[in-house]
T-cell receptor, first 114, second 114 residues
Framework: NAGVTQTPKFRVLKTGQSMTLLCAQD?????MYWYRQDPGMGLRLIHY???????AKGEVPDGYNVSRLKKQNFLLGLESAAPSQTSVYFC?????????????FGPGTRLLVL | AQSVTQLDSHVSVSEGTPVLLRCNYS??????LFWYVQHPNKGLQLLLK??????LVKGINGFEAEFKKSETSFHLTKPSAHMSDAAEYFC????????????FGTGTRLLVSP
């Protein structure tokens, strides 16, 4: 049982390039999330999904797009990367949206945009 | 709106001495509260959570936290620090207003010296 996995672990992009971050979970969770973590700040929610084919904006969605074509996968896309998107990106999943439900996190993807 | 304040950005202890990481929260509703730990270059791991049951919550690796509504606090403690406890700790609050949004504190880095 791998839990939540993320690909790639690290990436360097030039400004204007595009890329897709992949998140996969094998826990059959309905809900998935993308966060970014910046120095001196807590994690902030970018987008989330409440089920296959359904996505919604979080706190900081600008410059990102997401897709949830399969229940186990949640993709985060950067169409035209900017230096402000240099960050560590975490994916998470949970079984439900009930209060107190635990979110399980992946190991993160470090992205550097030059 | 909900928020979390972690009162110390860094805490230094010696191995074998007690650990206290402080967290205050603000929430309009009865909150759920979590502590997550992040070891260097790793994802976030749940230490413990409070979901309106017992106010003293025991977690993994000897950590515990006490929910004090009157003080709006959820401090994390451990009687005796171990070198392996050196990591970043995040206090997280969630209230259920249709969607279980997690709000993260800015983190406390725990340093453990021999």
């Amino acid at each position: 049982n791998a839990g939540v996995t993320q690909t790639p672990k690290f990436r360097v992009l030039k400004t204007g390039q595009s890329m897709t971050l992949l998140c996969a979970q094998d826990m059959n969770h309905e809900y998935m999330y993308w966060y970014r973590q910046d120095p001196g700040m807590g994690l902030r929610l970018i987008h989330y999904s409440v089920g296959e084919g359904t996505t919604a904006k979080g706190e900081v969605p600008d410059g990102y797009n997401v897709s949830r074509l399969k229940k186990q996968n949640f993709l985060l896309g950067l169409e035209s990367a900017a230096p402000s998107q240099t960050s560590v990106y975490f994916c998470a999943s949970s079984y439900s949206l009930l209060q107190g439900e635990t979110q399980y996190f992946g190991p993160g993807t470090r992205l550097l945009v030059l | 709106a909900q928020s979390v304040t972690q009162l110390d950005s860094h805490v230094s202890v010696s191995e074998g001495t007690p650990v206290l990481l402080r967290c205050n929260y603000s929430s309009s509703y009865s909150p759920s509260l979590f502590w997550y730990v992040q070891h260097p270059n790793k994802g976030l791991q749940l230490l413990l959570k409070y979901t309106s049951a017992a106010t003293l919550v025991k977690g993994i690796n000897g950590f515990e936290a006490e929910f004090k509504k009157s003080e709006t606090s959820f401090h994390l403690t451990k009687p005796s620090a171990h070198m392996s406890d050196a990591a970043e700790y995040f206090c997280v609050v969630s209230d259920h207003t249709g969607f279980q949004k997690l709000v993260f504190g800015t983190g406390t880095r725990l340093l453990v010296s021999p």
